[in-house]
């Protein structure tokens, strides 16, 4: 313990440089979208600019979209409204989500934005609906300096490779499961 808190500090001790980072926050415990939204937070204080992609519209009446679609220096869009959960059309789920890409690469091509959330996106490349050689490809190709946040359960292990740093939040015990339906302020 003592040996790794000292490993730890030698590492922030050295680390001096700025650079645009790709985080993924995966795993099946609650916390991924909701962390990804308090970087958002922590940039517009800064007064930097956040772009958000949604690729999966769980829930239409969220406090986080409320919020920050108020805020001056949000770019907010929801891309995965026209998923056939029910129809199982996979070619138009695919077709939709690669609508969204371009949508969400546009703002991976913006130096105007310092962060990009890009929310429950390892669905679509789960679903094999968006190819992931491409979106490791506009990922590189964005502002040395911008950040980007990719949120969701099971990410890729090629992504995560990609990726700077990488949280896998762990499902210890949740309240859904003991009967209590989602909460405002705390689940939506
Ligand atoms: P949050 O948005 O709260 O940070 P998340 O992004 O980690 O959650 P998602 O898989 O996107 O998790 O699910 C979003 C919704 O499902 C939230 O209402 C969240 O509380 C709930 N949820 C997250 N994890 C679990 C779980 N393990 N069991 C039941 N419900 C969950
Ligand atoms: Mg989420």
Same mark, same amino acid.
């Not at 922030?12 to 099946?28: E, H, Y």
């Not at 679509?124 to 969701?152: C, F, M, N």
């Given at each position: 313990?003592?040996?790794?808190?000292?490993?730890?500090? +030698? +590492?922030?001790?050295?680390? #001096?440089?700025?650079? @645009?980072?790709?985080?993924?926050?995966? @795993?099946?415990?609650?916390?991924?979208?909701?962390?990804?939204?308090?970087?958002? +937070?922590?940039? /517009?204080?800064?007064?930097?600019?956040?772009?958000?992609?949604?690729?999966?519209?769980?829930?239409?009446?969220?406090?986080?979209?409320?919020?920050?679609?108020?805020?001056?220096?949000?770019?907010?869009?929801?891309?995965?409204? @026209?998923?056939?959960?029910?129809?199982?059309?996979?070619?138009? #789920?695919?077709?939709?989500?690669?609508?969204?890409?371009?949508?969400?690469?546009?703002?991976?091509?913006?130096?105007? /934005?310092?962060?990009?959330?890009?929310?429950?996106?390892?669905?679509?490349?789960?679903?094999?609906?968006?190819?992931? #050689?491409?979106?490791?490809?506009?990922?590189?190709?964005?502002?040395?300096?911008?950040?980007?946040?990719?949120?969701?359960?099971? +990410?890729?292990?090629?992504?995560?490779?990609?990726?700077?740093?990488?949280?896998?939040?762990?499902?210890?015990?949740?309240?859904?499961?003991?009967?209590?339906?989602?909460?405002? @302020?705390?689940?939506?």
């Amino acid at each position: 313990m003592r040996r790794k808190k000292q490993v730890v500090d +030698a +590492a922030i001790a050295r680390a #001096d440089r700025d650079q @645009g980072l790709l985080l993924v926050l995966t @795993g099946n415990g609650k916390g991924k979208s909701s962390s990804a939204f308090g970087m958002a +937070a922590r940039a /517009l204080g800064h007064g930097l600019r956040v772009g958000v992609a949604q690729f999966i519209k769980g829930n239409s009446d969220t406090g986080e979209e409320a919020f920050f679609r108020r805020q001056p220096g949000v770019t907010w869009q929801v891309l995965g409204e @026209g998923f056939t959960w029910e129809t199982q059309d996979r070619a138009r #789920d695919a077709a939709t989500a690669r609508r969204g890409w371009a949508q969400a690469r546009e703002m991976l091509r913006d130096p105007n /934005l310092a962060l990009v959330i890009l929310d429950e996106l390892t669905y679509p490349l789960k679903y094999g609906w968006l190819d992931l #050689d491409e979106v490791l490809a506009d990922l590189a190709a964005r502002p040395s300096g911008q950040h980007v946040v990719i949120t969701g359960r099971g +990410a890729h292990e090629a992504l995560c490779a990609a990726a700077d740093t990488v949280t896998d939040l762990a499902d210890v015990k949740h309240a859904f499961r003991a009967g209590v339906r989602a909460q405002r @302020g705390i689940d939506l």
